[in-house]
């Protein structure tokens, strides 16, 4: 197999990894180096667990070939806290009861950060139009709708 | 395996004269390589940062689409929505906000799935693809450009660069609507696209094209007998009539065939509807699947 040497850049650091051409960027992320908050649970582009931010724009990790990106920004669930201090969204997804197992947690909170950095007052159809990529097979999503409108609320204020 | 990145559409056609084959958001590629349809192309060159492609432009003739413009800006760029609605109504249906961040037309259209969304307004609209290789440049209409599931009448070494669309009169509307199960990461079930010049009321012209009911998108023939009449009612009915009798739709997991002909009729009458509301210009938002309720209740 043939293998390329690429330099990913993940929460602001830099990952220079050989890896082979046709790898999917949630493999990369979780085995190559390691980062394993992303999850793969369809491997088809329908759940929505392995999202992750390219340059702040949310993609399904587990269908974009790791090569192509290269030159990105890449930002995972392990990139939202600051240190030991949690995001909002994530406090306020605990908080809300957002999260039951956890499977869907990262993507969504990927999907949300993206949305509100997007849309910093979103009404609740943009909050459900922002998630509609991600599935939730626990919550019944009201809660996770909750976590996102008092996150857009504290942020604001 | 090989990776190229192409920085030009130059960069690009020369690669693929060498054999390799293009990526762009890789949505349908590589998700179909993971699923065991098709293995990933041996020589990949991608063509998602080629500047050139990503841009939306009118000029006196033609409003033209690059083939890189994604999804994403495709539904909300005021050109498109105000002026090729029925595109905007589809990209915004496509996937997730995911799939159309990086999603592009070019994608779509050169995918060649029946079930594709921005194809049968974009056929509606009188699209020409622009296909470019290093002998030159030819343009292929929307309706000779797919031959099947899948294929298209393209080379191998032949990017497609465009979608030219001629420029739309003033009095002009166009929508697509699709049945769906879910609201997101949905495939149409079938779908339909209108588009409708109007004065005063009476129809001046009128394009239908369906989506997911034969083997590639197909246009709908013999419209012409609903020129000089009113968009009305009567003749949103005889639209769906039309469509359900040039279906050539067929069973599987998503639908039976006469499911899909029954209701891509429905979907032809509401884009009729929505495509003469716009032409006479009524607001509706993008896409006009949520203005009309299809799919879950929100």
Redo the contacts between chains.
């Keep these: 197999?043939?293998h390329?040497n690429v330099t990913l850049r993940v929460n602001e650091v830099d990952y220079p990894i050989s890896i082979?051409?046709?790898r999917?960027l949630s493999g990369v992320l979780r085995e190559t180096i390691g980062l394993t908050g992303t999850k793969e649970g369809c491997?088809?582009?329908?759940c929505?667990a392995c999202?992750v931010l390219?340059d702040g724009?949310?993609?399904?990790s587990?269908?974009?070939?790791a090569?192509?990106a290269e030159g990105c920004a890449i930002t995972t669930v392990e990139g939202l806290a600051d240190g030991d201090e949690l995001h909002a969204l994530q406090r306020n997804i605990l908080e809300a009861g957002g999260v039951q197992c956890g499977f869907c947690t990262p993507g969504m909170l990927m999907?949300a950060r993206?949305?509100l950095d997007r849309t910093p007052d979103p009404t609740d159809?943009e909050i459900?139009?922002?998630l509609?990529?991600?599935l939730c097979r626990c919550t019944g999503y009201a809660r996770i709708i909750d976590a996102v409108r008092t996150t857009a609320v504290e942020l604001s204020n | 395996?090989?990776?190229l990145r192409a920085n030009t559409a130059d960069e690009a056609v020369q690669l693929l004269a060498e054999g390799a084959r293009p990526?762009a958001?890789?949505?349908d590629l590589?998700?179909g390589?993971?699923?065991g349809k098709a293995p990933?192309p041996q020589n990949?060159v991608?063509i998602?940062r080629i500047a050139e492609l990503g841009v939306i432009e009118a000029t006196e003739s033609h409003i033209r689409i690059g083939s890189g413009v994604t999804h994403?800006q495709l539904m909300v760029d005021p050109l498109i929505v105000d002026r090729l609605t029925g595109v905007a109504d589809a990209a915004a249906l496509v996937?997730?906000?995911?799939?159309r961040?990086?999603g592009t037309v070019g994608g779509n259209i050169m995918n060649g799935s029946p079930a594709m969304d921005t194809g049968a307004p974009l056929m509606a609209l009188g699209a020409v693809a622009e296909l470019r290789s290093i002998e030159g440049t030819r343009e292929v209409a929307l309706t000779d450009l797919w031959c099947g599931p899948g294929r298209t009448t393209a080379r191998p070494d032949e990017l497609c660069t465009a979608l030219l669309i001629p420029s739309p009169r003033d009095q002009i509307g166009s929508a697509y609507v699709r049945l769906e199960y879910r609201?997101?990461?949905e495939i149409a079930v079938v779908g339909a696209a209108a588009c409708m010049a109007l004065d005063a009321g009476v129809i001046v012209s009128i394009r239908l094209a369906l989506t997911a009911v034969a083997p590639t998108i197909q246009e709908v023939t013999g419209l012409d007998v609903l020129i000089g009449e009113r968009a009305d009612d009567k003749s949103f009915a005889a639209i769906a009539e039309l469509a359900r009798d040039q279906a050539q739709p067929i069973s599987d997991v998503r639908a039976s065939d006469h499911y899909r002909r029954h209701t891509v009729g429905v979907m032809a009458q509401r884009a009729g509807h929505a495509a003469a509301s716009r032409a006479n210009g009524d607001l509706i938002t993008v896409p006009v699947n949520r203005a009309l309720g299809i799919g879950a209740a929100?």
């Excluded at chain 1, 491997?43 to 329908?46: A, F, I, N």
């Excluded at chain 2, 996937?95 to 799939?99: F, I, K, L």
């Design positions: 197999m043939n390329t082979s051409t046709e999917n491997d088809d582009c329908e929505g999202m390219l724009q949310p993609i399904n587990c269908s974009y070939l090569v192509q999907s993206a949305l159809e459900r139009i922002g509609s990529g991600n | 395996m090989s990776f990526i958001g890789g949505t590589v998700v390589a993971r699923q990933l990949l991608a998602d994403a996937g997730s906000p995911a799939t961040n990086v609201r997101a990461m929100s």
